[in-house]
C-alpha cells in the first residue's frame, strides 16, 4: 500500500460517505465531479480496496469504507486542532455538528446553544432535529459528532451518558371525564384512543414502556411525526397524548388541553452520545463537558 494518501483525497471520501453520490459530495466540496471521481478513485488505487459499492449511481460505503472512516475522520480533525495551535485569538474552531430527538431539539437546545456560545464564543453550530432513532442512525454514519436524545439507546457503536432529564405527562381534551381529578386512576384510561409520535420517537417509546402496559385495551388513534399536531388532535378530541411536560406547557396554559394526573412515574432521563471510535477534538470535548456541567 502506497504512503502518499493525501488530506484532500480523505476530505472526499468522507464527504462522499455522507452524501453518497459523486455530485452532491462535489457540490459540498465546491469541486467538479470529475476532480471528486479522480480523488476518490486514487484513493481506493492506493489503498489497493474498493471503499463503496455503486448501487444506482449511488456510492453506498463498504466494509472497507468503514474500516477507514474513524481514522478518517480523527485525521481531519487533528489538522483543524493544528490549525487551532496558531490561531489563539479563537480558542474554538471548527464546525460542531448536533443532533437532537425532537423534545430536546426545540425546548433544550436553543438555550443549551445559547449559553455555551455565550460561554466560549464559539458560534459554528448546527442543529438536527429528528426521532431518537434517526438522529442515532446519522451518528452511526458520522453524520453528526455528538447527540442528545430522550432515551436509551442499544446501539452497539454509541457511547452514552445521562446529562439530564425530563418529565412527561397526559394530555386530554378538556371535557375529559377526568380531567379536572387531581389523582385521576390508571383505570381511567381503560378502552382510550391514543395519539403516538412515529416509531423512533422517544416519547412512543415512554408511552409503550411506561403506560401501555397497565392498560388493559387501548387503540392507536392515529400516528403523528409532529408534537403540534399531537396537541392539536388531542384538543379536537381525537385521543389522549404522551409528551414532555415541556412540550406541552403552553397548550396547557392556553386551556387548549388538560393533564391527566396520575401516579405514575413519569420522568425521563436525557442521555448525550458520541460514536465510541469518534476523535474528540477540543471542541468537542468542550461540548461535552459544558453538558455535564449545565445538568449539576
Known amino acids: 500500500m502506497s504512503s ?8 472526499v471520501f468522507t464527504t462522499v460517505t455522507q452524501h453518497k453520490t459523486l455530485t452532491s459530495a462535489s457540490e459540498a466540496l465546491f469541486l467538479s465531479k470529475a ?6 478513485s486514487e484513493l481506493e488505487k492506493q489503498i489497493g480496496h474498493a471503499l463503496f459499492d455503486r448501487v444506482n449511481n ?5 466494509q472497507e469504507g468503514l474500516k477507514l472512516q474513524p481514522l478518517a475522520d480523527e485525521l481531519l480533525h487533528r489538522v ?13 474552531s471548527g464546525q460542531l455538528r448536533i443532533g437532537a430527538s425532537d423534545t430536546i431539539g426545540n425546548h433544550v437546545a436553543p438555550k443549551l446553544l445559547s449559553l455555551f456560545r455565550q460561554q466560549t464564543e464559539h458560534t459554528s453550530q448546527s442543529l438536527f432535529i429528528s ?20 432515551g436509551k439507546t442499544q446501539h452497539s457503536e454509541l457511547i452514552s451518558t445521562q446529562f439530564g432529564q425530563d418529565e412527561m405527562c397526559v394530555i386530554c381534551p378538556v371535557d375529559f371525564p377526568f380531567a379536572e381529578d387531581n389523582n385521576a386512576p390508571v383505570a381511567c384510561l381503560e378502552n382510550s384512543q391514543w395519539l ?34 399531537l396537541i392539536n ?23 387548549r388541553v388538560k393533564e391527566l394526573h396520575l401516579a405514575l412515574d413519569m420522568k425521563r432521563r436525557f442521555w448525550l452520545l458520541v460514536h465510541k471510535e469518534k476523535y474528540r477534538s477540543p471542541l468537542l470535548k468542550r461540548f461535552i463537558e459544558f453538558c455535564h456541567q449545565m445538568d449539576k
Open 80 to 92: 483543524q486542532d493544528i490549525d487551532e495551535l496558531f490561531h489563539q485569538d479563537q480558542v474554538l
Open 196 to 229: 403516538l409520535r412515529e416509531a423512533g420517537s422517544g416519547s412512543r417509546e415512554f408511552f409503550l414502556r411506561v403506560i401501555a402496559p397497565r392498560i388493559e385495551h387501548w387503540q392507536e388513534s392515529f400516528e403523528l411525526n409532529t408534537t403540534e399536531a
Open 131 to 150: 426521532n431518537s432513532n434517526l438522529i442515532c442512525q446519522k451518528l452511526v454514519d458520522y453524520e453528526l459528532d455528538i447527540a442528545l436524545i430522550e
Open 58 to 62: 449511488r456510492l453506498i460505503i463498504n
Open 4 to 11: 502518499n494518501i493525501s488530506l484532500k483525497q480523505l476530505k
Open 233 to 255: 388532535s388531542v384538543s379536537a378530541g381525537l385521543g389522549l397524548a404522551c409528551l414532555s411536560r415541556l412540550a406541552a406547557e403552553t397548550a396547557l396554559n392556553d386551556g
Open 35 to 40: 476532480a471528486v471521481s479522480m480523488a476518490l
